[in-house]
């Protein structure tokens, strides 16, 4: 019968090992040293070794030619651990053994001795998947097993330990092998097999794992299962559905050209070829992480998981994007990969989400727009934000002057204009004008607001001019004026206007006379709300 490679060129020795370092060095000086302990934990990602190195621990200790050094592979308690076949290592699968009567039958079996070896090794996999109920009944057992037992538990989710579980053993966790260990024991296996490879295509079988070097021997018999004894990177690319580097060099050549229309069409191109949108995104993710670490550390970084081809890509392409507009492509796709889980139209989320790659490419930093703005003057005006309801009228200010007939009905007027503000999104700048008094004389229109409002208004007069010509069609004078009372209608008696620091602390008024805040101001508009300085103490 057929044995698959996975299982063929398991490692039997620690020296076979492929990774896990600190693992190998730890158990090794522990038999050398006879410092064995009662119970281990072995956590890691699926794949890297953890029952693995449980069965060679097991023969280690129950070896009967070198018994406490390593396995000697040939007496008759290592061939029987190695076919799970040893009456003293049993090996437990936590799925389907949970509950608290399989627990119950294991505390029974601790009790007697081994039959025939040294020690009677209980390796558990999957632990963390043993009930709450069913780990309370094996602490005891754990704490203060009989000197002849050894627990051994295997698990993926180590969080899932109960915290009284873990502080009985030593906890070792297995890491992510890495990408050119795991390249290697593939163009070695492959050796042994009499298989010819290109080099790209041990590195896609490597990506496939993602770590796990079970994975990637599962995907070699795979492909060697379909292509034979010769595989070519194009095939292995095509048998795993991974993107090919040309579709992403397309995409970051439609960023670097800021062109929509090249999006649109990858996007008819990636579905007339039943590519899953949610995969390539995955794929675009992984790109964009590759350029990145590429710009910062260079493409022959070890931290980068790619072929010898998409290295060359990536030395090519890293230099011509910044780190911040990488950092923000990265974040697009991996919002894009999350939304793509539930999107009732992936094509159209997909087509949204790469149009959204394009446009970021054009904006500009905060920096670079501030340095390329004017410095606004002491009486510059901000604009309230907000989308425009119509057109400007061309040259309309706060000090446009004109004659004009006064209003006939001024708090419609009010009503109208608020209204307007609310619909721009405005709501501030709404309710200081909803809050003030509204009169109106040749062409001239004055609010009178409460003491706290005045500086919200002053600093929107500007836009304030505008919709108020918009509104009533003609052109208008915008004053604040200061009311001594919010709901008193008494005629006021109408004084300059305050500046714009007006009745505000010393720290707001230096804060407005600064200049890069008034070219805030200026660019993007809004009202300062409140300035507080940091070397005074909160209120």
Same mark, same amino acid.
């Given at each position: ?85 040893? !009456? %003293? ?7 389907? /053994?949970?509950?608290?009567?399989? +627990? $119950?039958? &294991?505390?029974?079996? #601790? ?108 995907? !070699? %018999? ?7 004894? /010769?595989?070519?990177?194009?095939? +292995? $690319?095509? &048998?795993?559905?991974? #993107? ?296």
């Amino acid at each position: 019968m057929y044995q698959v490679i996975a299982r063929k060129y398991r490692p039997q020795t620690f020296q076979q090992l492929v990774g896990q370092h600190h693992v190998k060095q730890t158990l090794e000086n522990a038999l050398t040293q006879g410092r064995v302990g009662h119970g281990y934990i072995f956590a890691g990602q699926r794949g890297t070794g953890k029952t693995t190195v449980a069965r060679i621990l097991a023969k280690s200790l129950n070896c009967h030619r070198s018994p406490g050094v390593g396995p000697c592979l040939e007496c008759s308690s290592c061939r029987e651990i190695a076919a799970s076949a040893c !009456l %003293d290592v049993l090996e437990i699968d936590a799925a389907s /053994n949970r509950g608290i009567d399989d +627990v $119950r039958e &294991l505390r029974e079996n #601790v009790r007697y001795r081994p039959s025939r070896d040294r020690h009677k090794i209980f390796i558990i996999d999957e632990a963390h998947q043993i009930t709450e109920a069913a780990f309370n009944a094996l602490l005891k057992t754990l704490e203060e097993p009989p000197e002849w037992v050894i627990f051994i538990l295997c698990t993926t989710e180590a969080h899932k330990i109960p915290a009284t579980i873990a502080s009985r053993c030593q906890i070792f966790t297995f890491h992510m092998v890495d990408f050119e260990q795991v390249i290697g024991r593939l163009q070695w296996i492959c050796e042994q097999e009499k298989v010819t490879t290109e080099p790209d295509s041990l590195s896609l079988l490597a990506l496939a794992g993602d770590g796990s070097i079970r994975d990637s021997l599962s995907t !070699l %018999d795979q492909a060697i299962a379909c292509f034979g004894n /010769n595989l070519q990177a194009a095939e +292995v $690319r095509q &048998l795993l559905g991974v #993107v090919s580097g040309q579709v992403l060099e397309e995409v970051t050549g439609a960023i670097l050209d800021q062109s929509s229309p090249r999006m649109l069409d990858l996007v008819q191109q990636l579905t007339a070829q039943g590519q899953h949108p949610q995969q390539f995104c995955r794929e675009l993710a992984r790109y964009f992480r590759n350029l990145l670490v590429a710009r910062l550390a260079g493409a022959d970084s070890r931290l980068i998981t790619a072929t010898g081809e998409e290295r060359r890509r990536l030395s090519a392409f890293a230099p011509r994007f910044s780190e911040e507009d990488l950092t923000r492509y990265l974040q697009l796709v991996l919002n894009l990969y999350r939304d793509l889980h539930s999107a009732p139209h992936p094509r159209f989320h997909l087509e949204i989400g790469l149009v959204k790659l394009v446009h970021a490419g054009r904006l500009m930093s905060l920096e670079e727009a501030l340095a390329g703005a004017p410095a606004a003057g002491p009486a510059a005006a901000p604009v309230s934000p907000g989308p425009r309801l119509a057109p400007p009228v061309p040259d309309a200010t706060a000090e446009s002057t004109g004659p004009g007939p006064p209003l006939a009905q001024p708090e419609d007027f009010q009503h109208r204009l608020v209204a307007a503000l609310r619909l721009q999104g405005d709501d501030f700048t709404a309710d200081a004008v909803e809050h003030s008094r509204v009169e109106s004389s040749n062409g001239e229109v004055v609010f009178h607001p409460p003491p706290d409002l005045v500086f919200s208004l002053e600093s929107a007069t500007r836009s304030l001019a505008q919709l108020s010509e918009r509104l009533l069609e003609q052109r208008v004078r915008i004053r604040v004026a200061l009311a001594t009372k919010i709901d008193s209608r008494e005629n006021v008696a109408a004084g300059p206007a305050p500046g714009p620091a007006a009745g505000l602390p010393t720290a707001a008024t230096r804060a407005m006379a600064h200049p890069q805040v008034q070219r805030v101001l200026a660019m993007f508009g809004g009202q300062l709300r409140d300035v507080r300085d940091l070397k005074e103490p909160e209120p």
